[in-house]
């Protein structure tokens, strides 16, 4: 009978072991899986924050375009008004039989003038960049 329960005990030993095993297997994958759903939460959470950012930063960009595709629109106005008013000034001056070099702030005019022409090409290659 003695003999019966050791042999028991024995098995009992190797069953409560090979348990305790799979037990501690089932733990691990356990934390494996709850690693991997907090890793995908982590990274839904930044890829959210990244999707607002991008959205902020594209609205505010489109907000800068527009604003100095506005002012390319008042410069280009702008331009025509003061061709024709050096045009206009030059036959007046040739009739007058006037120096057209010395109409105050002419030269200025005309040197603002070829700064706010460049306007448009700037905007084209901002717009094309975005």
């Known amino acids: 009978m ?3 329960q050791k042999i028991w005990a024995e098995l009992s030993a190797k069953e409560s072991s090979k348990e305790v095993t799979q037990e501690s297997t089932e733990l691990s994958e356990v ?3 709850l690693s991997v759903v907090n890793d995908i939460k982590a990274l839904v959470k930044e890829m959210q924050s ?4 991008e959205n902020t930063a594209v609205t ?9 595709r ?3 629109k008042k410069a280009d106005a702008m331009s025509r008004k003061a061709d024709t008013v050096i045009k206009d ?3 007046a001056a040739r009739e007058l039989g006037v ?5 105050e702030d002419l030269d200025k005019l005309k040197n603002l003038m070829g700064m706010i022409e460049k306007y448009d090409a700037k905007y084209q290659r901002i717009a094309k960049a975005i």
């Open 2 to 4: 003695k003999q019966v």
């Open 31 to 33: 934390k494996v899986e």
């Open 50 to 53: 990244l999707a607002f950012d």
């Open 60 to 68: 505010a960009m489109a907000r800068v375009v527009s604003d100095y």
């Open 70 to 72: 506005n002012v390319v």
């Open 89 to 91: 000034a030059e036959a």
């Open 99 to 103: 120096n057209i070099n010395e109409i």
